[in-house]
């Protein structure tokens, strides 16, 4: 709106353009905290970004963060390829198949439920117990991956139920009244025309895994080096971050690695809906 | 000939009787509208033909109805029942994909696969629906970008594409402007040829103008039953007439 549509506003109606005002300064407030984390985060992150910070391997001198990013990505890939499945198809039971309103369907959705309101220090503490001790993962990339794609069932379940049930009973009719079965229906139609809202859910949740660090410290372990195999430890950028911060030798590094661990998110969503885009156009 | 012969059907949802006792053919090869107040029974009756019903929770089925001399609710292929029995809804539902993807969704749900055939299907089918010169330069556009009436016409298309015997109408045009209507009208007309329609509408005139045969349903009952001449100059009963005559409904 322009300004002298402000004052117009202002001549006709006062409480119009109070409501008006508060939405402005609503929407200022929002963006001015979002741009002065990110921008708090870069200003003080960049200028520390130097090349051996991507050195193969961490040192003592270089305090590379490179294994880290390896640690993130790895976990993110395998959480998601944990949970996604399972939480998509779990979620097209509930939704297309269970009969709705059934028992069965309200126990499973108070469950996911309750799973999303656990704090992630618990999730990392069963993770330690079950993935560590008793099957004896230890301190891995396994432990981690499947205690985390644990915490991010809930979220994409819960994502991926709202956008099935988005989808109009009309596609649904449309399908089955030209002879298509459930499966076909279901995965040509449906699906399909719930993809943006499922790939949201996984945006999402993808941001919840590299966000975490307590679940990460307990099961993955914070260690500074490239892991070798699955059952190898490792650290993720946000374990490292909170390991250089808390040290406090290094801070310029702590701040470098929170500027890339915002780059990464960034390129990540950014990816995630081109791919969303991708699928559409298709 | 008759397409369908229904005997003694009833039908309930939970505990609520939506059809009482339906007796009656259905001819081949002709116009058959249903009419009746809201919640009358008639989009129920034309559902149970292509046993869009068992979609339905809590939907209880008693009675016969044949198509064609078979009856489909007993241990018959429900895919292959809707494929013979298509069907076009109140309001359009064109598919979220391209035009052509529209089309072709049915021919390639029941297995056609060569780029030919079903570049074949679909002229044929949206040429019978007679939409063919409105969308022939843009197939790969999407469905969701023509106007509703267009979309409804898509949708008769789509119906059409998997070569159904029989064509079910729940109110098709009750969502569109009149000019579409008067189009869509005219395309049923031309397509009773060679396909059976059974429509269900609001609309008093329409029926009139477009069926052969009438049935006038109150309360989940056929109350009358006969060519649509005779129910709209001399109907035989007097609940026909006063809502033909619009004192009620």
């Given at each position: 709106?322009?300004?002298?549509?402000?004052?117009?506003?202002?001549?006709?109606k006062?409480?119009?353009?109070?409501?008006?005002?508060?939405?402005?300064?609503?929407?200022?407030?929002?963006?001015?905290?979002?741009?002065?984390?990110?921008?708090y985060?870069?200003?003080?992150?960049?200028?520390?970004?130097r090349?051996?910070?991507?050195?193969?391997?961490?040192?003592?001198?270089?305090?590379?963060?490179?294994p880290?990013?390896?640690g993130?990505?790895m976990?993110?890939?395998?959480?998601?390829?944990?949970?996604?499945?399972?939480?998509?198809?779990?979620?097209?039971?509930?939704?297309?198949?269970?009969?709705r309103?059934?028992?069965?369907?309200?126990?499973?959705?108070v469950?996911?439920?309750?799973?999303?309101?656990?704090?992630?220090?618990?999730?990392?503490?069963?993770?330690?117990?079950?993935?560590?001790?008793v099957?004896?993962?230890?301190?891995?990339?396994?432990?981690?991956?499947?205690?985390?794609?644990?915490?991010?069932?809930?979220?994409?379940?819960?994502?991926?139920?709202?956008?099935?049930?988005?989808?109009?009973d009309?596609?649904?009719?449309?399908?089955?009244?030209?002879?298509?079965?459930?499966?076909?229906?279901?995965?040509?139609?449906?699906?399909?025309?719930?993809?943006?809202?499922?790939?949201?859910g996984?945006?999402?949740?993808?941001?919840?895994?590299?966000?975490?660090?307590?679940?990460?410290?307990f099961?993955?372990?914070?260690?500074?080096?490239?892991?070798?195999?699955?059952?190898d430890?490792?650290?993720?950028?946000?374990?490292?971050?909170?390991?250089?911060?808390?040290?406090?030798?290094h801070?310029?590094e702590?701040?470098?690695?929170?500027?890339?661990?915002l780059?990464?998110?960034?390129?990540?969503?950014?990816?995630?809906?081109?791919?969303?885009?991708?699928?559409?156009?298709? | 000939?008759?397409?369908?012969?229904?005997?003694?059907?009833?039908?309930?949802?939970?505990?609520?009787?939506?059809l009482k006792?339906?007796?009656?053919?259905?001819?081949?090869n002709m116009?058959?509208?249903f009419?009746?107040?809201?919640?009358?029974?008639?989009?129920?009756?034309?559902?149970?033909?292509?046993?869009?019903?068992?979609?339905?929770?809590?939907?209880?089925?008693?009675?016969?109805?044949?198509?064609?001399?078979?009856?489909?609710?007993?241990?018959?292929?429900?895919?292959?029942?809707r494929?013979r029995v298509?069907?076009?809804?109140?309001?359009?539902?064109?598919?979220?994909?391209?035009?052509?993807?529209?089309?072709?969704?049915?021919?390639?749900?029941?297995?056609?696969?060569?780029?030919?055939?079903?570049?074949?299907i679909?002229?044929?089918?949206?040429?019978?629906?007679?939409?063919?010169?409105?969308?022939?330069?843009?197939?790969?556009?999407?469905?969701?970008?023509?106007?509703?009436?267009q979309?409804?016409?898509?949708?008769?298309?789509?119906?059409?594409?998997?070569?159904?015997?029989v064509?079910?109408?729940?109110?098709?045009?009750?969502?569109?402007?009149?000019?579409?209507?008067?189009?869509?009208?005219?395309?049923?007309?031309?397509?009773?040829?060679?396909?059976?329609?059974?429509?269900?509408?609001?609309?008093?005139?329409?029926?009139?103008?477009?069926?052969?045969?009438?049935?006038?349903?109150?309360?989940?009952?056929?109350?009358?039953?006969?060519?649509?001449?005779?129910?709209?100059?001399?109907p035989?009963?007097?609940?026909?007439?006063?809502?033909?005559?619009?004192r009620?409904?």
């Amino acid at each position: 709106m322009k300004i002298a549509g402000l004052f117009k506003m202002k001549r006709r109606k006062p409480l119009d353009f109070v409501l008006f005002a508060l939405t402005w300064i609503c929407i200022g407030l929002t963006v001015s905290v979002l741009a002065l984390v990110v921008g708090y985060v870069l200003i003080n992150g960049v200028m520390y970004i130097r090349p051996s910070l991507f050195a193969f391997q961490y040192t003592v001198e270089n305090q590379s963060l490179f294994p880290a990013l390896v640690g993130t990505l790895m976990i993110v890939a395998m959480a998601l390829t944990l949970s996604v499945p399972i939480g998509v198809f779990s979620a097209i039971y509930l939704v297309e198949y269970a009969k709705r309103g059934s028992r069965f369907v309200r126990i499973v959705r108070v469950t996911t439920e309750t799973l999303a309101g656990i704090p992630s220090i618990v999730y990392g503490l069963f993770g330690f117990i079950f993935f560590g001790v008793v099957l004896g993962w230890g301190l891995s990339l396994m432990s981690g991956a499947f205690t985390v794609s644990i915490m991010i069932l809930p979220l994409i379940m819960r994502t991926t139920e709202e956008s099935l049930k988005a989808v109009p009973d009309a596609f649904r009719e449309g399908s089955f009244g030209l002879g298509a079965g459930k499966l076909r229906t279901v995965g040509r139609i449906v699906l399909p025309a719930a993809m943006p809202g499922i790939l949201a859910g996984v945006i999402l949740a993808i941001g919840r895994i590299i966000g975490e660090t307590a679940a990460i410290i307990f099961t993955l372990g914070n260690v500074a080096r490239m892991p070798n195999n699955l059952f190898d430890t490792g650290r993720t950028l946000s374990a490292h971050m909170y390991a250089l911060a808390n040290e406090g030798t290094h801070p310029g590094e702590a701040h470098a690695t929170a500027a890339v661990l915002l780059i990464v998110v960034i390129l990540i969503n950014a990816l995630s809906s081109r791919i969303a885009r991708l699928i559409k156009a298709s | 000939m008759n397409k369908f012969s229904l005997a003694d059907v009833n039908l309930w949802y939970n505990d609520f009787q939506a059809l009482k006792n339906i007796t009656m053919d259905i001819p081949a090869n002709m116009i058959t509208a249903f009419i009746g107040p809201s919640g009358c029974g008639k989009s129920t009756l034309i559902k149970s033909l292509n046993r869009m019903n068992d979609l339905v929770e809590g939907c209880k089925i008693t009675g016969n109805i044949m198509l064609d001399g078979e009856i489909i609710y007993g241990n018959i292929d429900v895919n292959l029942l809707r494929k013979r029995v298509g069907m076009v809804f109140q309001k359009p539902n064109p598919f979220p994909m391209t035009i052509y993807d529209n089309i072709a969704y049915g021919p390639r749900t029941h297995g056609i696969k060569s780029k030919f055939k079903l570049n074949e299907i679909v002229e044929k089918s949206l040429r019978d629906a007679a939409i063919w010169d409105e969308t022939k330069d843009r197939l790969k556009k999407s469905a969701l970008s023509l106007s509703g009436g267009q979309q409804q016409r898509l949708c008769i298309a789509r119906a059409l594409s998997v070569q159904p015997d029989v064509l079910l109408m729940d109110e098709p045009t009750s969502a569109l402007d009149p000019i579409s209507t008067s189009k869509i009208e005219e395309l049923v007309i031309k397509l009773k040829k060679d396909y059976t329609i059974v429509i269900v509408t609001h609309n008093m005139q329409q029926a009139a103008r477009i069926s052969d045969n009438t049935g006038f349903f109150l309360l989940g009952e056929l109350i009358e039953y006969g060519g649509t001449g005779q129910i709209f100059s001399v109907p035989g009963e007097k609940r026909t007439e006063d809502y033909i005559t619009g004192r009620f409904g």
